[in-house]
């Protein structure tokens, strides 16, 4: 529940929340069916202080996610350009960030998802709203087939961060990021 | 470390004491290097106790893990037929294992493995050990490329799991199994 907040616009209290309220809510109702209003009643606070602090719905949600990357910023980079080379330009974006000492932040958020369920519905929410929704219009596969896909493609993701950089399998663990872009992306491609 | 153990070849104190001592031997030395000696001098019994109670290295490796299936029971089954439907084979029986009450141990294993790094590194050892290794001999493939098809294939189901079982990502989540297996096996066929 919401704890008494602090008066102050900067105040961290206040700020987190918010923030708690707003992971709460959207895990729970979901990203569409969450609202600031609500968010800010549990939070004890006018809804105005949210959008003051968070700016949009959208940009609190992302604000709650502590993702690696701002799949607004990053999304625009994959997907322009052929088509048909989405899947090439989507893993080696995916292993430069995990690569990265990003890295290190995205096993945290999958480890979180799997532990707790509550990470695990924001996290859905969050790719689901803010990644595949953005994807789905520049597929080049039938559009009743594109959202299967686009979970396919997220699932090979989901299982290239476990094998390479969880559970460390070896050869792939230690393959160069060009060997795995050459293996996995033919089967990400024209997805 | 080893506690003491009691007396009766039937006490479960001594068998959970060479559980501990040999789920932390082969995940600090990995399995080859684990020895049946070196884990009863750990748990502080003789060796003669450990093969009475778990048989062979590898029969104790397979105790040690609270593996949903047993692979020396399931892996001929994949690999019987048409070396050219191995994949299709392989994501079916990984759906019906998912799909079942041992699902429920499955997530379980991936929850332990993506939250503790000594989980992680037995998963590891068990994976190559017991899984690729039988795998790789049966695959059409150049054996050069062999095993880093293996792993990409066991980050298929990794992902998998993730995402229609953990993350429960919409429309995979609820996708029928044949809808499943025809979208994956293609990749993971041939391999």
Redesign the interface.
Known sequence: MARRTGRRPGNPDTRESILRAARETFAERGYEAASIRGIATSAGVDPALVHHYFGTKEQLFRACMDFPVDPAEVLPQVLAGEPAEIGERLVRFFLRVWDSPAGVAAVAL??S???NDWT?RL??EF??TQM?RHVLPKLTVDPADA???A??V???????A???Y????????S?PPE?VVA??AP?SSGT
Chains 1, 2 share one sequence.
Not at 154 to 160: I, K, P
Not at 166 to 171: G, M, N, R, Y
């Open positions: 999958m480890r998802a799997v532990s695990a996290l859905r790719v689901t595949i959202p299967l896909r979970t396919l997220a699932s090979q993701m989901a299982g290239l476990m094998v390479r969880v559970l460390k399998l070896e050869p792939l663990a393959a060997v293996a996995v089967t």
